[in-house]
């Protein structure tokens, strides 16, 4: 066998392939062994017919196609391993020749990762929000444990903002009553927000056994986003109340003996939630800026699998799961298809940079992953897709994920070595030193962010 490269773009290349007849003669014995099982001729065992009889009875063109599907696999694969090829996607196959007892040529064009350049990026510098926590962000922090303690008890009043009220619901569009548009006994706490709009005003001043109409659009459901007639019965209405907020309380509410001893534990948790975002908001910074640094060419072919799967995925599954369609959520957003489709497009693109980028790092810099690693990695997808370690783990394997999974950890892992050579500074003009702890963990996930692959994996292993 012998082939040529023809490079036609950055990304894209041409195989010219030609194959000795005599190279073929595995595949043609295999053609002739599978139509030996599939046929039957008067006169011939079944599996022993003679190959000149298959030739005269069935064409030798048939046998010659057969064979030279079963080959045409092994050669291409033969011309990339020579040529040191990566490959994305699939081939467009050509046979531009065939003659029986002579040779076989063809093309075959295919997509290939680009050649990448990495450029110096010790020079990165980037700004963060400073980690600052008010006492006014103390304050809501422990009047929302308050919030959770609070006692109710009924009353018989007229319903008030902050009560708990009981509720029966029917929903009517064009008059008709929705099938799934009735419920009874709902709990709601006016002023929350958590149901319709416009439910507030029309719960407020009822007593038990009262009601009232009111429109609203619909948020889910058969007929999420239509305008609904909604009828409002309530059946209890109860106060709630709050502990009184003293060293009783946070001895209930936590293993703390004063309330002082409570607040400085809240203020602790709030500081590491902002170092833990002021973390993640520099590793996808440092990463925009690295991306600005590399001049990336991008697949056509590449891109476009990669815009259409973003759309599937966000058509039949989180917007699914919303009761909407992309109309409806294009109009909630104040979107234009347009704008919509450049969106997605930039978000593909740099998707795919930065995967590009970070596989040249990690050959680069010679980055492994290790068991611990791709352990942990694990234990936190499976926590977002909402399945336990173990069936995700099983999910993974049986859907040869590991790879992918690796290449994940490897990444974040590549990013993380940029982000440590880099200069991060707060708000405040102070250099911020990022905890090594966790940082190749959350630069995973910025990368994850990046690429747009923590939901949809997560979705694949539930739907698997």
Same mark, same amino acid.
């Given at each position: ?6 490079t036609?773009?950055p ?6 392939v030609?194959?000795p007849?005599?190279e ?11 139509? /030996?099982?599939?046929?039957? =001729? ?12 298959i030739?005269?009875r ?25 040529a ?6 699939q081939?467009?196959?050509d ?26 990026y ?6 963060v ?13 422990v ?8 006692s ?7 319903a008030?903002?902050?009560d708990?009220?009981?509720?029966d619901?029917?929903?009517k569009? @064009? ?8 419920a009874?006994?709902v ?11 416009g439910?507030?005003?029309a719960?407020?001043?009822?007593e ?8 609203s ?6 007929a999420?986003?239509?305008?609904? @007639? ?6 209890q ?10 060293d009783?309380f ?36 440092v990463?925009?800026?690295?991306l ?11 891109l476009e ?7 599937? /995925?966000l ?32 978000a ?7 995967q ?10 010679k980055?492994n992953?290790?068991?611990? @690693? ?17 069936q995700?783990?099983q ?7 590991v ?5 994940e950890?490897?990444?974040g892992?590549?990013?993380?070595? =940029? ?15 990022l905890?090594?702890e966790?940082? =190749? ?13 923590a939901d ?9």
């Amino acid at each position: 066998m012998k082939s040529a490269v023809e490079t036609l773009n950055p990304t894209r290349v041409r195989l010219t392939v030609e194959v000795p007849f005599e190279e073929l003669k595995d595949s043609l014995d295999a053609a002739y062994k599978k139509i /030996n099982q599939q046929v039957t =001729v008067k006169g011939f065992r079944k599996g022993k017919i003679p190959a000149r009889v298959i030739d005269q009875r069935f064409g030798r063109g048939a046998v010659l196609e057969e064979a030279v599907n079963d080959a045409l696999p092994k050669f291409y694969t033969e011309a990339v391993n020579e040529a040191e090829l990566n490959v994305l996607g699939q081939p467009e196959v050509d046979i531009t020749e065939l003659k029986d007892g002579e040779t076989l040529n063809f093309t075959a064009e295919v997509d290939i990762r680009p050649t990448i350049e990495i450029p110096d990026y010790s020079g990165i510098e980037v700004e963060v929000d400073a980690v600052e926590v008010s006492d006014e962000d103390v304050e809501k922090s422990v009047e929302q444990l308050r919030e959770r303690f609070a006692s109710t008890s009924p009353v018989e009043r007229a319903a008030e903002d902050g009560d708990v009220v009981t509720l029966d619901l029917q929903a009517k569009v @064009e008059g008709e009553v929705l099938e799934d548009g009735v419920a009874e006994g709902v709990s709601y706490t006016i002023g929350s927000g958590e149901l319709l709009d416009g439910i507030d005003d029309a719960v407020k001043g009822l007593e038990a056994g009262t009601e009232a109409t009111f429109t609203s659009e619909l948020k889910g459901g058969s007929a999420a986003g239509k305008e609904a @007639e909604v009828t409002v019965k309530v059946t209890q209405v109860a106060a709630r109340e709050l502990p009184e907020l003293d060293d009783e309380f946070a001895q209930l509410a936590s293993e703390f003996d004063t309330l002082d001893e409570l607040k400085a534990d809240s203020r602790k948790r709030l500081e590491n939630m902002k170092q833990y975002d002021q973390a993640t908001q520099a590793q996808e910074r440092v990463l925009e800026k690295l991306l600005e640094l590399v001049e990336v060419p991008v697949p056509e072919k590449l891109l476009e699998d990669e815009i259409n799967t973003r759309k599937h /995925n966000l058509e039949h599954h989180q917007l699914g799961q919303m009761g909407l369609d992309l109309e409806k959520y294009l109009e909630i957003q104040g979107k234009t298809v347009e704008e919509f489709d450049a969106e997605t497009k930039e978000a593909a693109v740099k998707g795919i940079k930065t995967q590009f980028v970070l596989d040249e790092l990690v050959k680069q810099e010679k980055l492994n992953v290790n068991q611990e @690693e791709l352990t942990e990695h694990l234990m936190r997808r499976a926590a977002s897709s909402g399945m336990s370690p173990d069936q995700f783990a099983q999910a993974v394997v049986e859907g040869g994920q590991v790879p992918l999974l690796v290449g994940e950890v490897a990444r974040g892992k590549a990013l993380a070595v =940029v982000v440590e050579k880099a200069t991060v500074k707060d708000t405040n003009g102070e250099v911020i030193d990022l905890d090594d702890e966790d940082e =190749v963990e959350q630069a995973t996930e910025a990368v994850e962010a990046a690429e747009g692959t923590a939901d949809e994996a997560a979705e694949e292993k539930t739907e698997g």
